[in-house]
Antibody, heavy 118, light 106 residues
Framework: QLQLQESGSGLVRPSQTLSLTCGVS??????????WIWIRQPPGKGLEGIGH???????YYTPSLKSRVTISVDRSKNNFYLKLRSVTAADTAVYYC??????????WGQGTLVTVSS | SYDLTQPPSVSVSPGQTASIACSGD??????VCWYQQKPGQSPVLVIY???ERPSGIPERFSGSNSGNTATLTISGTQAMDEADFYC?????????FGGGTKLTVL
């Protein structure tokens, strides 16, 4: 059974870079037909897509975050990654990694809370 | 950017039918899916490709999509169905979520 697990710093200073890792187990990140996605949810608010990446490394980002985001993949480690630069308090959220197939998300990680504060 | 609009809240009595709408420009031309999220939990897919139900999702969950509106319908709503529901579509190579609807069963 596929499992995804987010890890990384839970506290980031303003203007710094948020870095998260998503570890994939129970399946290969190189499997065809899937992309790997980051989503966030500010406390008490709705879901927001950040971007996704295919196993060949092609990445696509939500326009509002595109200038600050990089998503990458390491097939040898079965991981994919999120970097969000120049963070502010508005970036405080639960960050989810997930697997996407044919435009819908069929497996989610448990999420990790990242707080931006000095 | 593409916007999906949902009502903030919907209330339903136990055993009755709940309908949650999701509207967007020419939404019927896109595939829509729906997620259920209970407090403190990750979202769970309940409908994909407008009308399809993943394995393990009760038959009382159904979906439709036409024109500018997609609808999630829960027939015979149970107390356990109380949750936030999000619609999602795909536009210009990225995922787009609706703002979410809180379903209250009372």
């Amino acid at each position: 059974q596929l499992q995804l697990q987010e890890s990384g710093s839970g506290l980031v200073r303003p203007s710094q870079t948020l870095s998260l890792t998503c570890g994939v187990s129970g399946g290969s990140i190189s499997s065809g037909g899937y992309s790997w996605i980051w989503i966030r949810q500010p406390p008490g608010k709705g879901l927001e897509g950040i971007g996704h990446i295919y196993q060949n490394g092609d990445a696509y980002y939500t326009p509002s975050l595109k200038s600050r985001v990089t998503i990458s993949v390491d097939r040898s480690k079965n991981n994919f990654y999120l970097k969000l630069r120049s963070v502010t308090a508005a970036d405080t959220a639960v960050y989810y990694c997930a697997r996407m197939t044919t435009h819908y998300i069929d497996n989610w990680g448990q999420g990790t809370l990242v707080t931006v504060s000095s | 950017s593409y916007d999906l609009t949902q009502p903030p809240s919907v209330s339903v009595s136990p055993g009755q039918t709940a309908s949650i709408a999701c509207s967007g420009d020419k939404l019927g031309d896109k595939f829509v899916c729906w997620y259920q999220q209970k407090p403190g939990q990750s979202p769970v897919l309940v409908i994909y490709q407008d009308t399809e139900r993943p394995s393990g999702i009760p038959e009382r969950f159904s979906g439709s999509n036409s024109g500018n509106t997609a609808t999630l319908t829960i027939s015979g709503t149970q107390a356990m169905d109380e949750a936030d529901f999000y619609c999602q579509a795909w536009d210009s190579g990225t995922v787009v979520f609706g703002g979410g609807t809180k379903l209250t069963v009372l």
